[in-house]
């Protein structure tokens, strides 16, 4: 029988993060990966400051032109083809390869002593929670913590009768054809969710993201929105925004990004969340080890209410700002009112300043009582 203290399954940025935080504090672990690294990910590829800063932070060794294959601060919202605003931000936008960004991380991890078990798919049926225990045709594997970080896989979750939510994503790569940076996003034209069209070096990355299976809806969006030829088109589940009921974990087992349903609902992003819940994760087992206990589980659902909140937060806005109506006005108010579009890219999707409670209060505070403008 092999022995860690950490069982981590799944090495994307969730899963690498909290491997990378557990072996600074010198604690065993190994990740199981059903892929070989470097691999391909099916993702937007769009990355925020707080995003950039948390990596430069926590992981210092890596630097953003190992993984950010380019920067803009050209924003475009569209709505039904119908351009709406056309913006520059002063916080730029980073784009990424997901095969660049999570091989970083892994490569990180291993320097730091880590162990990466590739190609293997580790099914519900081959985990015994009673002995701790992972049982595969190379071995058995005993864990004190098992930490899901395998994106929407319902793994654990179905080991704990927890029932997960998740929206679909469709999404393939066009050819370059001009030298414009300009992320794109559409509205309106799909149920629940939006379009877009992200700049890389040669080529964009170009999707969408709805709340159901609409194979048909993605099929007109890029042939009549787009208008580009497309390739390599693949669709994935990603979260919902709606909340996974994680107290129904063992105190020993926790889920982290998409596991957990850590995605915010407006935007899509999730790398961000993945990065900080796996870093929050590897705390939490940490203050257990060192508090002498094992409520692992306890610790770490205090630690991550206030992304939990947000999150809720955030599905209550989306569900009112995509009724068809709605959005329309909001639109039309885009359109008049520049400075909302800037401050809610600026200080809400680049950093989070606020949360989706109350940001439109301190828009409203900040532009009329203060007097700050922006753009």
């Known amino acids: 029988m092999i022995k860690y203290a950490v069982i981590i399954i799944g090495g994307g940025p969730a899963g690498a993060m909290c491997g990378i935080g557990l072996q600074r504090a010198g604690i065993s672990t190994c990740i199981f990966d059903k892929a070989a690294f470097p691999r391909d990910k099916l993702c937007g590829g769009l990355l925020t400051k707080k995003t950039v800063d948390m990596?430069?932070?926590?992981?210092?060794?890596?630097?953003?032109?190992?993984?950010v294959v380019e920067e803009t601060n050209s924003v475009a919202f569209y709505y039904?083809?119908?351009?709406?605003?056309?913006?520059?931000?002063?916080?730029?936008?980073?784009?990424?390869?997901?095969?660049?960004?999570?091989?970083?991380?892994?490569?990180?991890?291993?320097?730091?002593?880590?162990?990466v078990f590739e190609n293997e798919t580790i099914r519900a049926h081959q985990i015994?929670?009673?002995?701790?225990?992972?049982?595969?045709?190379?071995?058995?594997?005993?864990?004190?913590?098992?930490?899901?970080a395998y994106g929407c896989r319902s793994l654990l979750a179905r080991l704990h009768s927890i029932d997960p939510d998740h929206s679909f994503c469709v999404e393939g790569t066009a050819d370059k054809v001009s030298?414009?940076?300009?992320?794109?996003?559409?509205?309106?034209?799909?149920?629940?969710?939006?379009g877009w069209d992200?700049?890389?070096?040669?080529?964009?990355?170009?999707?969408?993201?709805?709340?159901?299976k609409g194979d048909r809806i993605s099929g007109s969006f890029f042939r009549d929105i787009i208008k580009k030829d497309m390739h390599s088109i693949r669709g994935a589940l990603i979260p919902s925004g709606r909340k996974v009921a994680l107290k129904k974990l063992r105190q020993n087992v926790l889920l982290v990004g998409d596991a957990a349903g850590f995605t915010d609902p407006v935007t899509g992003e999730g790398i961000y969340y993945a990065l900080l819940s796996g870093k929050i994760a590897a705390e939490s087992?940490?203050?257990?080890?060192?508090?002498?206990?094992?409520?692992?589980?306890?610790?770490?659902?205090?630690?991550?209410?206030?992304?939990?909140?947000?999150?809720?937060?955030?599905?209550?806005l989306k569900k009112i700002l995509y009724h068809p109506l709605v959005l329309k006005h909001f639109m039309h108010f885009i359109r008049r009112h520049r400075s909302f579009a800037l401050f809610y890219v600026e200080e809400m999707v680049s950093q989070y300043k606020y949360g989706y409670k109350d940001f439109l209060f301190r828009y409203l505070r900040r532009r009329f009582i203060k007097g700050e403008r922006w753009g």
């Open 128 to 148: 015994d929670p009673g002995s701790r225990t992972i049982h595969l045709d190379t071995g058995t594997y005993h864990y004190e913590v098992l930490i899901g």
């Open 198 to 212: 992200f700049p890389k070096k040669d080529h964009s990355t170009v999707g969408t993201l709805e709340e159901t």
């Open 80 to 115: 039904q083809n119908e351009p709406i605003i056309h913006f520059s931000t002063r916080i730029p936008l980073y784009l990424t390869e997901r095969t660049l960004l999570d091989d970083s991380l892994i490569k990180l991890y291993r320097n730091l002593g880590g162990t």
């Open 285 to 316: 087992v940490q203050e257990a080890i060192r508090n002498g206990n094992e409520k692992y589980l306890d610790d770490y659902l205090q630690k991550v209410r206030t992304i939990r909140k947000n999150i809720r937060d955030a599905n209550f």
């Open 179 to 194: 030298a414009e940076k300009t992320v794109t996003i559409y509205f309106g034209h799909v149920r629940s969710g939006y």
């Open 55 to 67: 990596i430069q932070h926590h992981c210092p060794e890596i630097k953003p032109e190992e993984y």
